[in-house]
């Protein structure tokens, strides 16, 4: 059993620094209400309804980056979202994270998806940056000229993202890369790259690896072929070569062989955050859509009308409740992590599960009460139904979590 772990899980109130609270901290805290600060609401939300949702469509058909849709948050200031108000951020936490992904993934889950991947790669540039790292990245990014993201899952581990085989050997002031990475979001699009590797010998050793920041345009960083998924196709998931890169070891992030650290204390309650938020806005965007048939809709043959039937009134209470639960469920979990409440892990680990399960059964249900107006290939609702179907698969997988939620809740070690 990896010894490492043992007190892990998790004790982050924000990007930076991270700490555990008292019990009379953390109960102060959540008693106190919260709000997303007006201004980014109405940001998200401008952007959301003026950018994202009319390109939604056109990103899932041609499978594009939404270049559009990036350079519109960050012109209103949201890739800074959790970079420290010193550097110019907006040093938000987890559940402002939770709010806005909803938000977006409402109108474009694509572009949700983009968005939130570059929240968790400034989280964990964030967390332990140097003074020069804070210069040549924290500060770009909360001006809206940086998109960063994580490069941590590789071809041959699966969903055990942890455990990288991806190499670096230190070559005076740098290091030289080797290895291949998948599944990279932002992937060819970002301007810096989060990126794992062990070095020689200790590919084994999940303990001991590493984390750099590797710079677009570097040499030796080839890019795979854009990946074809069935939903989320806009994100640029696409795989990379890493041919003998060179890294400066001023882009270390931490120290070598404490990445584990930062799965655990920054990527997991960071990642699975953001994905709840955007799963739930996919959620939330079915709804929206059934209760606009249901309301509108009226056979020609009798006055009697759709939203007049009790089987599909109770359908719709069913769906709504299943929506505010795992909704509840996730800003709760959020509220835990910012508190820095050891309590947040599980609570994560199972508001993310919740909210998988909530998206799938929403858009299902979604689809049986549109019926075949929903069933439409090109349509808003088929589009929903392929990107919810991401939310078990994408690593860490819902299994995985089971598994790591099981483990937490026994009082054992995650791995």
């Known amino acids: 059993m990896p010894v490492w772990l043992s007190d892990s899980c998790f004790t982050s109130r924000s990007p930076c620094p991270l700490r555990r609270s008292s019990e009379v901290e953390l109960s102060e805290t959540l008693q106190r209400p919260y709000s997303l600060p007006s201004d980014l609401a109405f940001l998200a939300s401008d952007v959301a309804e003026r950018v994202l949702a009319p390109q939604a469509e056109e990103i899932d058909r041609d499978a594009r980056w939404p270049r559009e849709g990036m350079q519109a948050l960050a012109e209103a200031g949201l890739l800074g979202l959790l970079v420290p108000e010193r550097l110019g951020g907006h040093g938000q936490g987890l559940h402002a994270l939770a709010e806005i992904a909803e938000v977006l993934g409402r109108a474009c889950s694509s572009t949700a998806m983009c968005f939130a991947m570059h929240c968790v790669g400034t989280a964990v540039i964030a967390a332990k940056a140097t003074p020069d790292q804070e210069r040549r990245f924290l500060r770009p990014i909360a001006e809206g000229r940086h998109v960063t993201t994580l490069a941590l899952s590789e071809p041959g581990t699966g969903s055990h993202f942890y455990l990288p085989r991806s190499t670096f050997d230190p070559d005076g002031e740098s290091y030289v890369v080797n290895g291949k990475k998948s599944f990279i979001t932002n992937g060819g699009h970002a301007d810096s790259y989060v990126l794992s590797a062990v070095a020689p010998g200790s590919e084994l050793d999940p303990g001991t690896f590493t984390c750099l920041l590797v710079e677009a345009g570097s040499a030796g960083l080839d890019w ?164 919810a179907q991401a939310a078990h698969v994408m690593s860490p997988t819902t299994h995985l979590l089971k598994s790591w939620l099981g483990r937490s809740v026994l009082g054992l070690p995650p791995l």
Do not use: C
Request: hydrophobic fraction near 45%; aromatic fraction near 8%.
């Open 224 to 387: 795979g072929a854009p990946w074809s998924g069935l939903g989320m196709r806009g994100n640029s998931s696409r795989a990379a070569g890493l041919n003998r890169i060179s890294v400066p070891k001023a882009n270390l992030l931490g120290e070598e062989g404490d990445q584990i650290w930062y799965i655990f204390e920054v990527v997991a309650p960071y990642f699975l955050t953001a994905m709840a938020g955007v799963y739930i806005g996919i959620g939330q965007a079915a709804l929206d859509l059934s209760v606009a048939h249901i309301s509108g809709h009226k056979f020609s043959h009798t006055t009697a009308r759709l939203a007049e039937n009790p089987a599909i009134v109770e359908q719709i209470a069913d769906m709504w409740a299943r929506l505010e639960r795992a909704r509840r469920l996730l800003h709760y979990a959020a509220r835990l992590g910012d508190a820095g409440s050891p309590e947040a892990a599980t609570a994560i680990f199972a508001s993310k599960i919740d909210v998988a399960d909530a998206a799938v059964a929403l858009t299902n249900s979604a689809m049986q009460l549109v019926g075949g107006r929903g069933y439409q290939a090109d349509g808003q609702l088929s589009r929903l139904l392929r990107d």
